[in-house]
């Protein structure tokens, strides 16, 4: 399973945050801070995992923003950047060409796409189309009931 | 401002995020932080009821800021109101909220539960899919407690849309690891299992990680999955990359899966039925042809979805470890990657390997890429492959290759990575005790240790020297002198100055002949590293030096005297001034004998786990150390080999409170009238002839896993009885029955008490007197939830086990065949063989055996000759054999003589049965 998934910038400025076992907040901050230092730190062309601790690390760099999943020991890391990627072409399709500041300007809507992708720190849906549609499918919900809600009482 | 805002703009967002990226400098922001939060604070405080949109875009507003990393210690009832929000955007944000900031001791939970009980009963399943989300992203218990019950019936509800089933899997996933005993298994168990034949991949997937988990736990309710799992595998691998639309990824069908299949199938022993075995041999074949195929695309996305699958196929095949074909198989293809252009291929094939290098099949195989990893050691540049080809070479080591690769870990520690060296110092000590065959190897390796990396030598290690010179006297002389010499340097290191006052203390009159190294040339090299030395040093000097004072009456005087200056009789130090006055007394009134008496050779150690061993383990967490110990690996285990302390695996915490009621029925009297049979199990007992350790036996209470070592005609058995359960065993006790007189078995007495989850050892010494073929009994008792559980399993101490291999030249073999030409001295038998007809892996069994395999013996290559003694206490039986494999008939030729043909015909019995 999953442990938690972190986007931050080269400066190592935190853009999201997914934790799918409860921790303190002392927790949470001592391995964001641990992540940022130890991922940043990585050369280039080297591989893309890290032990720490009991968990594997598995990141990877997308233009400004890298992402940084924490996976079991035993998980399997190919599949575990490859969830990485899944989750960088559901942000793109949905704002199109995506960037740093689409997710820090819409920060609730990375949220969402991710809640649709992985859940528990499990895969729950692969398919990109199925996925997209109950994005869109959201989306469209909001319109409709605020439109729904809108009209003035009878 | 946003360069993108979709469905609805929160334009007060927008314009707050833009504000907190114009700030300058941390003070601007927390100056704005702190002018938003008040702004926040008054509205929610303030009179006027706010809307809801208002309502949401102050949460939005406090969850960014909690995102930036500052604290937010209001707006959790604001939010829990907007979860009853008719409207569905305010109702997703109230959950975001909730999801992220509250967490699972929040006194707002019985709220949330209340709004969460209204949406899952919506039967919309937008709405559903908002609460199961929060469910599992909470997980706390007061939220299992209620809604354990609910989720299991919408999860196999015939009406439930597929989105739903799988939230409603995965949340039950996420339940069952926070709070297993709120989950109760049920009918919908079976239910379950059937999921894995749903037509949406979607809802197989997250099934599929749902029944891991719960295979995991009880595996036996589970059973069904494994053909299940088979057989959609196969559907998979078999489809053309069209067939599953969407869920192919860049050509690879259902990779996601794919690898939870192969992951939930790693729950389970290999399939006793012989069509599924071979339609799973299919799958993991077809998986490994693949990857001999031309990549369907260049994309690194297909090489790695495609290589995920190959890792987990390897990773089953090193579960079940039980077709040597396809475990050299795997060992060949991850050969290959050694060398791939790709770093991260290159790291996980070293990982993995490591686990091939356990199993008894591969290990050679694994041996012959020794050149490929020392180089990658040398030559990558990421330190993290680096690493992992270090833990390589340290789990492929054995007595054949130990020297070298001790030697490749030395030059390494030069110029390693600061943070690696502790390690790789720990190691090269393990190995080099290991595998030592002389013990002046031994010695000068853990010298070389201090003298290149002193700093990264700890305690464990060079008292573990000290205890092993003490314990072997062959070897002390030589550890005098080279200490002796090695101090000779000008600078030292310190942990060397120890070393070598213990020892020259202990043994510096083996060297005091040499005039060389006269008493007194020895007392003053010692006392010339004195001044430099920290005080822990400076008092393991003043004892070297009373040890000398016995040692040699001659330089007594000279050591009186520096023990009795001002520096020594008034130091500042307590400890040191202490030992300079209680020696210098001693050596004063003390007479010769009372001297010898006190100053006597230090006693052997007791011999035990090597303590850097432990270190190690400590030093790298449980689980990751992959024993030297250890190299023959436990057939149910997980995937990463088990370090020796934790040879059954069984870290898995019990489930809580079950044992209550357990307990009370443990005071009912025992009804021997009641008690079941005991159980003999004998199956495994054949396949411990070529190996030594292992799990020997298992039911649903109790695992019993082995280790065992032999030398000669002894042998020490490590027992290791896990209890699988989370209640007690109590009155557990284990005994062992020697069917003849000719095998003695000391069983040293176990804790009458293990407790759940708990794994105890037993040790056992064995000894052979003479030849036997009956195996002892092991009879185990002890009382599970008040009922008494008999078992008996056969022993596997094997005649084979006291060989010694003994290795000889082509001319040697021939002529001791001759002198055994006997009739009944010779044993042949003619067989079918049972296993793919691999020569590594018959290699591998023979030296498992224990016999020394000659090559270059047998004028036909693909014959194997192998020769050994066995020892038994009264007599020794040279023994030699030879095994004719014909690959086209599938059968084999296997010949012994010995000079005992009751001899000859146990060993033939044992060895034919193995192939």
Redesign the interface.
């Known amino acids: 399973?999953m442990r938690f998934l972190l986007l931050f910038s080269r400066q190592g400025k935190?853009r999201?945050?997914k934790w799918y076992t409860?921790m303190?907040?002392r927790e949470k901050?001592k391995i964001i801070r641990d992540m940022t230092t130890a991922v940043l730190a990585r050369?280039p062309?080297?591989?893309?995992?890290?032990?720490w601790?009991?968990l594997k690390i598995i990141y990877k760099r997308y233009a400004s923003l890298y992402f940084c999943l924490a996976i079991e020991?035993?998980e399997?890391?190919?599949?575990a950047?490859?969830v990485i990627?899944?989750y960088v072409e559901l942000l793109d399709r949905?704002?199109?060409n995506v960037?740093e500041?689409?997710i820090?300007?819409?920060?609730?809507?990375a949220?969402?796409i991710l809640?649709e992708f992985l859940?528990?720190?499990?895969?729950?849906?692969?398919?990109?189309?199925?996925v997209n549609r109950?994005i869109e499918?959201?989306?469209m919900?909001?319109?409709t009931?605020?439109e729904y809600?809108s009209k003035p009482a009878f | 401002m946003p360069a993108v805002s979709k469905g609805d703009g929160m334009r007060g967002l927008a314009v707050f995020i833009s504000d907190i990226r114009n700030c300058k400098s941390k003070e601007a922001e927390i100056k704005r932080i702190n002018k938003e939060l008040a702004n926040i604070r008054s509205k929610f405080k303030g009179d006027k009821a706010l809307d809801g949109y208002s309502k949401k875009k102050y949460v939005c507003k406090l969850l960014f800021i909690f995102l930036l990393g500052h604290d937010i210690d209001f707006g959790h009832m604001e939010a829990v109101n907007l979860l009853s929000s008719n409207k569905y955007t305010e109702k997703q944000i109230g959950y975001l909220f909730i999801s992220v900031l509250v967490n699972s001791n929040s006194d707002l939970i019985r709220l949330i539960n209340n709004a969460i009980k209204n949406d899952l009963s919506s039967r919309n399943p937008t709405f559903m899919n908002l609460a199961l989300h929060c469910i599992a992203n909470v997980g706390s218990r007061e939220m299992a407690e209620a809604f354990a019950s609910d989720i299991p019936r919408i999860l196999v509800a015939g009406d439930t849309m597929d989105s739903v089933k799988q939230s409603a899997a995965l949340c039950l996933l996420r339940l069952n690891k926070t709070s297993p005993d709120l989950v109760p298994m049920g009918e919908w168990t079976s239910r379950v299992v059937h999921l894995l034949n749903d037509q949406h991949l979607g809802v197989v997937t997250a099934a599929t990680s749902l029944i891991s988990r719960l295979a995991q736990k009880s595996p036996d309710d589970f059973k069904t999955s494994a053909a299940l799992a088979v057989a959609r595998l196969s559907r998979i691998v078999t489809s053309a990359s069209i067939d599953l639309q969407d869920y192919t990824y860049y050509f690879v069908a259902a990779p996601w899966l794919s690898v939870k299949l192969l992951r939930l199938l790693q729950c389970y022993p290999p399939p006793e039925d012989a069509a599924l075995r071979s339609r799973l041999a299919e799958c993991l074949e077809t998986i490994l042809n693949k990857a001999q195929e031309p990549p369907k695309s260049k994309k690194v996305q297909h090489s790695n979805a495609k290589n995920a699958v190959l890792f987990e196929a390897i990773s089953l095949i090193i579960h079940h470890d039980s077709e040597p074909t396809l475990l050299v198989r795997a060992c060949n293809q991850l050969g290959q990657f050694l060398q791939h252009r790709e770093t991260n291929l290159r790291y996980l094939a070293l990982e993995s390997m490591c686990t091939l290098a356990s199993s008894e099949f591969s290990h050679e195989a694994v041996k012959t890429h020794i050149d490929t990893v020392i180089n990658a050691l040398k030559t990558e540049r990421d330190v993290s492959v680096r690493q992992r080809a270090l833990d390589l070479l340290y789990a492929m080591c054995d007595r054949s290759n130990a020297k070298q690769i001790v030697a490749e870990m030395l030059s390494y520690l030069e110029n390693a990575d600061y943070s690696i060296r502790e390690e790789i110092v720990l190691k090269v000590a393990i190995l080099a005790e290991k595998y030592a065959v002389d013990y002046t190897w031994y010695v000068d390796t853990i010298l070389n240790l201090i003298r290149m990396a002193g700093d990264h030598v700890s305690e464990e290690v060079w008292y573990r020297v000290i205890q092993i010179v003490i314990n072997r006297d062959d070897v002390q002389g030589y550890a005098a002198k080279t200490v002796f010499e090695a101090l000779q340097a000008p600078a030292c290191h310190e942990n060397l100055v120890k070393v070598g006052g213990y020892i020259l203390g202990e043994f510096g009159n083996l060297i005091a002949g040499d005039p060389r190294s006269s008493p007194l040339v020895q007392f003053k090299l010692l006392h010339s590293k004195f001044h430099l030395c920290s005080v822990p040093t400076r008092a393991l000097l003043l004892s070297a030096y009373i040890k000398f004072i016995n040692l040699f009456p001659e330089v007594k005087s000279t050591i009186q005297e520096v023990l009795r200056s001002d520096s020594q009789l008034r130091n500042a130090d307590v400890e040191l001034q202490q030992r300079a006055v209680e020696y210098l007394r001693l050596s004063c009134i003390a007479t010769t004998d009372i001297l010898a008496t006190v100053l006597e050779e230090m006693p052997p150690f007791p011999e035990r786990e090597s303590s850097i061993l432990a270190k190690l383990k400590k030093k790298k967490g449980p689980g990751n150390v992959t024993g030297v110990d250890d190299t023959r690996r436990n057939v149910n285990g997980a995937n990463s080999a088990h370090p020796f302390n934790d040879l059954l695996n069984l870290n898995s915490p019990p489930a809580a409170n079950s044992s209550l009621l357990v307990d009370v029925f443990s005071e009912a009297p025992p009804d021997p009238a009641s008690a079941p049979p005991p159980d003999v199990s004998d199956e495994s007992f054949s396949r411990f002839v070529c190996k030594n350790n292992g799990v020997l036996y298992e039911n649903q209470l109790l695992q019993i896993g082995l280790k065992s070592e032999y030398r000669q005609n002894l042998g020490r058995m490590y027992v290791f009885f896990g209890n699988k359960t989370s209640s007690q065993f109590v009155s557990f006790s284990s005994s062992v029955t020697t069917m003849n007189p000719q095998v003695n078995v000391h069983a040293k007495a176990v804790d009458p008490v293990i407790e759940g989850g708990a794994q105890v050892q037993q040790i056992l010494n064995i000894e052979c007197v003479s030849e036997f073929s009956d195996a002892p009994l092991l009879s185990i008792h002890f009382r599970y939830g008040g009922a008494p559980q008999n078992i008996s399993v056969q022993l596997p101490v094997m005649l084979n086990k006291f060989f010694q291999p003994t290795e000889m030249t082509s001319q040697d073999f021939f002529q001791r065949w001759k002198q055994l030409g006997l009739p009944q001295q010779e044993v042949q038998k003619i067989f079918k063989s049972k296993h793919a007809m691999d020569s590594e892996v018959t290699k591998a069994k023979i030296l498992g055996f224990g016999v020394a395999l000659l090559e270059a013996v047998d004028p036909n290559p693909a014959n194997f000759v192998g020769a050994g003694v066995v020892h038994t206490k009264t007599s020794q039986v040279g023994c030699l054999l030879r095994l004719e494999p014909n690959t086209q008939a599938q059968m084999y030729r296997l010949t012994l003589r010995t000079s005992r043909d009751s001899v000859s015909q146990r060993l033939c019995d044992l060895l034919s049965d193995q192939f």
Not at chain 1, 45 to 51: D, S
Not at chain 1, 76 to 79: A, W
């Open positions: 399973m935190l999201l945050q409860p303190s907040d901050k050369q062309r080297t591989c893309n995992f890290l032990h601790k009991d020991n035993h399997n890391e190919l599949l950047l490859e990627h899944r949905y704002f199109g960037c500041l689409d820090i300007f819409n920060f609730e809507k949220y969402f809640d859940m528990g720190g499990e895969i729950q849906e692969t398919s990109k189309q199925i109950s499918a959201s989306d919900l909001q319109e009931m605020e809600m």
